[in-house]
């Protein structure tokens, strides 16, 4: 079973930039989340999809964060513009179903200078 | 909500000793605790999970205990290896199945 793919694994911006992470989900599954993982910290849930629609994004600072799923598989999440303080792993996680069976991608760095 | 924590940041181990990594949780109705492995460069790996109607569940090398009465569970890794030298996360879910990371715990195993 191939995993979650997430691509760039890095990505140096400046700030006020914009930058965009793509992930790709086991195949099937229906429920996709992004995480922030902020150096020495654990990850913090930013939003969760199910299919194509989004089930919570609370945690996500939508002035400046966007994410979309179209046709409920790949996902984009987009920062513009980027400040300091975002810098981090941005980590892609899917599921079967609603189910607590994450299966998390390696990440993408963001370093924002 | 719930909020999990680990107690001790960093853990030295020598290699083929036990380790012991432990995690408080607040929320008391908290029915689903799991713990993650993150090496360098990767995402958290699943490594085991328990149901609060269970005290201890076992796997392979590891097994995890929970003490209900004070909101507490601990993840055993036994005879140590240099391969389990990684950040542990413990992790609960809150409503509609997101799961909330503790601060991580990272372990170094001495040859």
């Known amino acids: ?6 691509s760039p694994r890095y990505k140096i911006i400046e700030k006020r930039q914009s930058v965009a992470f793509w992930c ?3 195949s099937g599954h229906a429920t996709l989340y992004w995480y922030q993982q902020i150096l020495g910290q654990g990850p913090k849930l930013l939003i969760q999809f199910q299919n194509n629609g989004v089930v919570d994004d609370s945690q996500l600072p939508k002035d400046r964060f966007s994410a979309e799923r179209l046709k409920g598989v790949d996902s984009t999440l987009k920062i513009q513009p980027a400040k300091l303080e975002d810098s981090a792993v941005y980590l892609c996680a899917s599921s079967l179903d609603s189910t607590y069976g994450y299966t998390f991608g390696s990440g993408t760095r963001l370093t924002v200078v | 909500g719930e909020s999990v924590g680990l107690h001790l940041p960093t853990l030295s181990v020598q290699e083929g000793d036990n380790s012991i990594i432990n995690c408080a949780y607040s929320n008391s109705a908290s029915d689903y605790f799991i713990w993650y492995k993150q090496e360098s460069g990767k995402g958290p790996q699943f490594i085991i999970d328990i149901r609060s109607n269970m005290d201890k569940r076992q796997g392979q090398r ?4 929970l003490n209900k009465t004070v909101k507490h569970l601990s993840l055993q890794i036994a005879a140590t290896q240099p391969g389990d030298s990684a950040v542990y996360f413990c992790a609960a879910p809150t409503a509609g199945n997101m799961l909330t990371f503790g601060g991580g715990t990272r ?3 001495k040859p």
């Open chain 1, 1 to 6: 079973e191939a995993g979650v793919a997430q």
């Open chain 2, 62 to 65: 590891v097994t995890v205990l």
């Open chain 2, 107 to 109: 372990l170094m195993v």
């Open chain 1, 24 to 26: 790709n989900p086991i």
